[in-house]
């Protein structure tokens, strides 16, 4: 699946679109509280007959990831291996499922298996320049992640990018900054 989001300057208010006809995918909605974001939402647009348009969240001030309704807290999804300067994060939703190596490369995040051997997903988010147009944001998933992960990535790339913006000093998520 490739697919680019719409809104170029903020990935946590926007439709998903696939690349190849255009059509939206998954939306993604943010509520701010008085303490900062609150939850963002991932709704899909073309749900199966019967089935919640909620298919994941986002919880940011319990620091948790909620699929089909089942939330976990990131701390349980998220280990660090490595040492000082060469650590690594490995992400895996549950023990029966894959576990992910993800690491940022440039201006793109990356989830491979099997001891970085196989990409499952890339997620490039282009940094805004001085004078020149900015691209939009890609997703793309292999089959490998389709199958079980697709919304696990979509929100770990999301929750990365989000956490990696907070840190700069001009962040495009965070407006207040420094």
Known sequence: MEAVFDNKTNILNAHIRAVH??????????KFGYRGRKDTVLLDENPIPGASATVGAIHWQ????????????????????????????HWRWSQDRKDYHIFLEGEEWKATLNQNMLIAGRFAVPRPHLFSKQPPTLLHLTKTALVEDEIFLILVFIYCETKRQN????SIVDPGGW
Do not use: A, M
């Open 21 to 30: 006809d255009n059509s939206v995918l998954y939306t993604l909605r943010t």
């Open 167 to 170: 840190k700069t000093n001009s």
């Open 62 to 89: 319990e620091k948790s990831l909620e699929i089909t309704g089942h939330r976990k807290p990131c701390s349980e999804l998220r280990r660090h291996t490595g040492r000082f300067f060469n650590r690594t994060q």
